[in-house]
């Protein structure tokens, strides 16, 4: 009998989590009509979203997987995102290709979608390095804009509510 337990629980622990799943990027709150702007393709694979066209608000994370400040600021985008108060979105900058990003977000349990920029393409506006974290209000508007690592859930949740006006 505890043989049976033991392999039911081995087998439990090692069955792909519910967070393996990649999140739509059909979630993306979007504005009618923008179709001109940086393009970025969804990391699911799905729609490609025009980056001007996102409304809020939301939280707007850029990292790649080989930023170790970004590996350490992603639970709190964890603990943001189950709350379930904000909408965040990735985006996944200087990846080799898509399937890298994928395994990271999968390591890491995001359950949030990603956009996928490959070649730097915003750079013109995220500017230079990672991770840079923007606060869109409803109107989609740059509310505030983190540069570096964010240090904790109490500063991020700090910085929803001063920024976006959404306790949590």
């Not at 490609?48 to 350490?72: D, L, Q, R, Y």
Request: glycine fraction near 8%; charged fraction near 20%; aromatic fraction near 8%.
């Amino acid at each position: 009998m505890k043989r049976i337990l033991l392999v039911l629980a081995l087998l439990i622990a090692s069955a792909p989590s519910a967070s393996a799943q990649i999140a739509s990027c059909s979630a993306i709150a979007i504005k009618a009509g923008v179709v001109k702007g940086t393009t970025l393709p969804c990391i699911d694979g799905g729609k490609s979203v025009v980056m001007e066209s996102i409304k809020g608000p939301a939280v707007i994370n850029v990292w790649g997987s080989w930023c170790a400040p970004c590996i350490a600021e992603m639970p709190h985008f964890k603990a943001l995102a189950a709350t379930k108060k904000v909408s965040i979105i990735g985006i996944d900058v200087e990846e080799p290709n898509m399937a890298a990003g994928k395994k990271f977000m999968n390591a890491h349990g995001m359950s949030w979608p990603v956009l996928y920029d490959p070649d730097g393409r915003t750079k013109a506006a995220f500017g230079l390095g990672v991770p840079v974290t923007w606060f869109l209000s409803a109107k989609g508007v740059v509310v505030y804009k983190q540069i570096g690592i964010i240090s904790s859930d109490k500063a991020l949740f700090d910085e929803v509510k001063k920024y976006l006006g959404i306790k949590l």
